[in-house]
C-alpha cells in the first residue's frame, strides 16, 4: 500500500523536469545550555516529504532510467549508549521498514553517497532552510564533471531552491491535513475557553497563558505553535506581545492569541474580551466594528475568490466604522483613498495555516495576480482595530486598548467552514460565558 509519504513525494517528483535530483535537509538539535539541548522539532518541509522526525538527517530523491524514483535517507545509526540518555533510534535498518526509504545510510556517509548518486542529473533542486550545506552545494554540483576523464560528457547543473516547487503544493491540505489542523483547533477552542471562563481583574498574563497551555496539553499537544500572546490594556498594542507578565486591571480588554500545535500541525485564534466581564460601550462600539469586518470577510470565502477580496472587505468595513465613531474623518471614498484607516488598522488581515502558524505558498499565481481560493485551503482572518494609550488625540475611552479577532477558515467545495466558531465572539456570547457559574 502506497503512503502518504510515497504519495507526496511522487507528487514533487512529478512537478520536477525528469532529470531531477533533490537534497533535503533536516534540521539539528539546537544545544540550550552545555549539554542540555532545546526540544526537537523538525523541519517542515522534510517531515512533510518523510515523516521521518528525528535530528541530523538528510533525504536524496531521484528517478533512474525506468522511472522509478529512488529515496535515500541518511540518519544518525543506532547507539544504545545514546539512547539510553536520550531516546531510540531509527537507525539505518528502521529509515528502510519503518520509513520506506529505498536505501539508507549512516549521515557520515553523505558525501560518499552523494558522489554515487549524483551523476547523470541537470537540476539540482535543493531544501536546506538553515543553510547547513551552503559550503558544499557548489562542489556536490560539480562532482561528475571535476571526476570523470576528459572525453566524457560533462553535465552542468542548474540549483534551485525547492521551496519554488514544493511550497505551492502545499497550499492545499489533504483530508488528513485537514484532520490534523482540525484536532489542533479543537484543542485550542477549549484552551481559549478556559482562559475566558479565568480571566478576572488582578490575574496576571502568565497565569492565563499557563491555563491555555494546561489545556491543550489535555489534547496531547504538548507544543504551541507560536508563542502565547497574552496581552492586557496597552499591551495589546504590541502586535507580537510575549512578555506575558502584567497583571490585569478591571476596565480593560485582554487580548490573547494564541494556538496549539498537534502532530506537527498549527492553529492560530485570537479572542478580545474586558477582563471584567463586561463591555464598556467604547469597548463595544470598536470591538463590533472588527467582529462586522471579520464577518463580512469570512462571507466572502469560497472556491474563486481572489485572496486580496479578504482584506479589501475587512479594511472598508472597519474604516466605515471608524468613520461613524469619529476616529476617522471624511467620506469613505477620501480615507479608502488616503488609507487613513492604516494608522488604528496596522496589519494585514490573514495568512496560510498547516504545519507552520504562517505556512508556506505563494499568495499570488505565475503573472502575479492574486491567488484565488480553492477547496482545502486553510487560513486565517485577523482584523484588528488598535489604540495605543500615546493617541492623544483621540477620546480617553478609546485608548490602551487592542482588539484583534482570528479565526481558522477552511474552503469546502461551495463555500467555507469557520473551523474556531465554537469559542464566543460575539459581545452576548463573550459576557454570558465570562459571567456564568460554570
Known sequence: MTSLYDQRRHALMNALPDDSFVLLAGYQQKVRSKNIKYHFRQDNDFLYLTGFNEPDAVALLYKDSHDQIHYTLLCRPKDSAQEVSFGERAGVEGAVTKYGATAAYAIAELETVIGEQLTHQHHLFISDELGRFNDKIISWS????????????????????????LHPLRVIKDAIEQRAIKAAVAASIDGHVAVMRACKPSINEAQLAARFNYEIAKHGANEVAYPNIVASGNNACCLHYEENCSQ?????????????????????????????????????????IVLNALDAAIAQVKPGTAWNTLYDTCMRVMAEGL???GLLQGSIEEVMA?????????????????????????????????????????????????????????????????????????????????????????????????????
Not at 561528475?144 to 576523464?149: A, V
Open 142 to 165: 560539480n562532482l561528475q564533471r571535476t571526476s570523470t576523464s576528459f572525453d566524457t560528457p560533462k553535465c552542468y547543473r542548474t540549483i534551485t531552491p525547492l521551496a519554488k516547487i
Open 248 to 288: 490585569t486591571l478591571s476596565g480593560q480588554m485582554l487580548l490573547i492569541d494564541a494556538g496549539a500545535e498537534l502532530n506537527h500541525y498549527a492553529s492560530d485564534i485570537t479572542r478580545t474580551y474586558p477582563v471584567n466581564g463586561k463591555f464598556s460601550a467604547a469597548q463595544a462600539t470598536i470591538y463590533q
Open 323 to 325: 468613520l461613524e465613531t
Open 338 to 438: 488616503t488609507q487613513s484607516y492604516k494608522r488604528f488598522t496596522v496589519h494585514k488581515t490573514g495568512h496560510w495555516l498547516g504545519m507552520d502558524v504562517h505556512d508556506v505558498g505563494p499568495y499570488h499565481d505565475d503573472n502575479g495576480q492574486w491567488r484565488t481560493l480553492a477547496t482545502g485551503m486553510i487560513f486565517t482572518i485577523e482584523p484588528g482595530i488598535y489604540i495605543p494609550e500615546s493617541f492623544d488625540d483621540v477620546p480617553q475611552e478609546y485608548r490602551g486598548m487592542g482588539i484583534r479577532i482570528e479565526d481558522d477558515i477552511l474552503v469546502t467545495l461551495e463555500g467555507h467552514e469557520n473551523l474556531s466558531a465554537a469559542v464566543p465572539r460575539t459581545i452576548t456570547a463573550i459576557e454570558a460565558m465570562m459571567n456564568s457559574n460554570e
